[in-house]
C-alpha cells in the first residue's frame, strides 16, 4: 500500500507495530506531498492502545504497518521508544491538533476536507467551531454514517461526487482503519486519516485534558475521570501497554502474566 511519492521515512518499531519519527511540521509537509501526488494514502494516528489491539488482532496491525503515515498520538510510545531504544520519537503528533491544523491549511490553500464519522451533528459543529478561526476552510462535505458493512455502499456514494483532498474519519480504532483500509482504492482521495474522537474535542462534546496533564503524560488519568466506562480501553493503554514494553525489554525474564 505504501506510495513511493516520498522517500523512506524514520522508523521506530514498538511491539511488532511501526511508528513513524516524525514532528507536526513534517506531518504536514507530508501531506501536502500526499496531495500533490494525487494518489491515495492512508493516515493512522498510533497510540498505545493501538499497539496493545495489534498484538492480537493481525488485520488491525497490518493496516498500521503499511500505513504511508503511522504518526505517534501517544506520550506512551515516545516513552517506550526511549526505553526499547529504537528509534527515537521526536514529538507527539495527537489527531485532534492535526484536524485543526490541516484546517488553517485548507483556508489557506484551498485543499477539501469530507468529515465522516462522530454521532449525529457533531460534525457540523465541530467545522462550524473551525470556521470560526478559518473561515476559508474549504468543506467538502460530512456524515455521521457508520462504519457497518451495510452503510458501505452509501458512504462511497455520498464522498465520491464530492471529490475531497482530505477524508477525515472518526468512527475509533480499529474500525476507522479497516474502513479506510477496505475503501482506499476506491475513494480515490489523497489522504484519508483516521481521527478518533477528534470531532467530540473540537465541537466541545467531549472534553480533552489540559495541556498540563497531557505534557505530564496523564491524559489517560483525565478519561478515566471523565469517561469511567472506559476504563477496560484505559487498561490496556496504560498498565497492559507498559507491561508488554517492559517484556519486551527484558524478554524471558519476566514471567508471563
Ligand atoms: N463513532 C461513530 N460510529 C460508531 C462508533 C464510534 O461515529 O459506530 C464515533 C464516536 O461518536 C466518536 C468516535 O467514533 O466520535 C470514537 O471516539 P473514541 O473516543 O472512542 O476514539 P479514540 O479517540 O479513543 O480512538
Known sequence: MTCDCLAPLNTATILNVKIHAVTHAQTL??????????????????????VVAAQTDQEFRYIVNQ???ALPDGIGLLKAARFLRTTPLPERVPGSDLVIRLAEL?????????????????AEKAIAKLKESYPN???????????????????IQRI???HPDILLVAYGAPKQDKWIARNLERLQVSVCIGVGGSFDFIAGTAKRAPRWLQHMGLEWLHRLVMQPWRWR????????????VLKERFGQSIPNS
Not at 501531506?31 to 492502545?49: D, K, S
Open 137 to 155: 476552510m474549504q468543506v467538502a462535505g460530512y456524515y455521521a454514517g457508520s462504519p457497518t458493512m451495510s452503510e458501505n455502499e452509501v458512504i
Open 233 to 244: 480501553r484505559i487498561w490496556n493503554a496504560v498498565p497492559r501497554f507498559s507491561w508488554l
Open 67 to 69: 500505513a504511508d503515515l
Open 29 to 50: 509537509k507530508l501531506i501536502e506531498q500526499f496531495i500533490a501526488c494525487r494518489q491515495p494514502h492512508q493516515v493512522v494516528t498510533v497510540n498505545p492502545e493501538f
Open 106 to 122: 485548507s483556508h489557506q490553500k484551498g485543499y477539501r476536507i469530507y468529515f465522516l464519522g462522530a454521532w449525529a451533528g457533531v
Open 160 to 162: 465520491l461526487p464530492t
